[in-house]
């Protein structure tokens, strides 16, 4: 069975800061793991997504991620956050078929 | 270019009342369609998926059920409402397999569902 943990369900930074997001998975099968980010009161957008072609991912708004299979973990990055980055970030797994697991999301806070 | 329509944005509804939320996709044939349930602070959850007309599975058995009766139209219906139904639900389709596993899902953009 696939799962995903997210830790930490709100992170705070300053505006400049380096944002740093974490996910872990598990999955019996190789991953495709993806970053979403759902703004207030609307449905969810891909920022990025892994699928084995390379272990660093870029990603939409400047975001990226590198997924680290001894770890077996996903963490999102961004080197300097902007107030507009506000939003709540989910990641999810799915290792083929039709059903994409998402964690309980981290909802990202920039302060000016 | 795909678009997916979700409505009503918002709703309010008394316990033990019907529900009927609508999901359309323009632009595609034949794609996966799917309804998650976003409750607050919880994540994600996977209620119901279809690959096509007709065929609907099922993640969680609880109080709601979907249908597709026509290939690009998902609805989530409930004969009687519950406290525990309210909540944000999210629609999405994917175009597995077309594009393989690590096909990406596209979101509506939500109803959200007060019942009192």
């Known amino acids: 069975a696939q799962s995903v943990t997210q830790l930490g369900s709100h992170v705070s930074v300053s505006e400049g800061a380096l944002v740093l997001l974490r996910c872990n998975y598990s999955?019996?099968?190789?991953?495709?793991l993806f970053w979403y980010v759902q703004y207030p009161n609307q449905g969810l957008q891909l920022l990025l997504k892994?699928?084995?072609?390379?272990?660093l991912v870029k990603g939409i708004n400047g975001f990226e991620a590198e997924f680290k299979k001894s770890e077996t973990s996903f963490h999102l990055t961004k080197p300097s956050a902007h107030m507009s980055d506000a939003a709540e970030y989910f990641c999810?797994?799915?290792?083929?078929?039709?059903?994409?697991?998402f964690g309980a999301g981290t909802r990202l806070f920039v302060k000016a | 270019s795909q678009t997916i329509h979700q409505w009503p944005a918002t709703l309010v509804q008394p316990v033990g009342s019907p529900l009927s939320l609508e999901c359309t996709v323009e632009?595609?044939?034949?794609?996966?369609l799917y309804w998650y349930r976003q409750a607050a602070g919880r994540g994600l959850q996977l209620l119901f998926y279809?690959?096509?007309?007709?065929?609907i599975s099922s993640e969680v058995p609880q109080n709601l059920s979907a249908s597709r009766p026509q290939d690009r139209q998902f609805i989530l219906s409930s004969k009687k409402l519950l406290l525990s139904d309210s909540g944000f639900y999210l629609c999405?389709?994917?175009?597995?397999?077309?594009?393989?596993?690590?096909?990406?899902?596209?979101f509506g953009s939500g109803t959200q569902l007060s019942v009192l």
């Open positions: 892994y699928t084995s072609a390379a272990t």
């Open positions: 279809s690959v096509g007309i007709g065929q």
């Open positions: 999405a389709w994917s175009g597995w397999p077309r594009g393989g596993s690590n096909e990406k899902l596209f």
């Open positions: 999810a797994v799915t290792s083929g078929g039709f059903k994409t697991i």
């Open positions: 999955s019996s099968v190789p991953p495709y």
């Open positions: 632009g595609t044939s034949n794609p996966n």
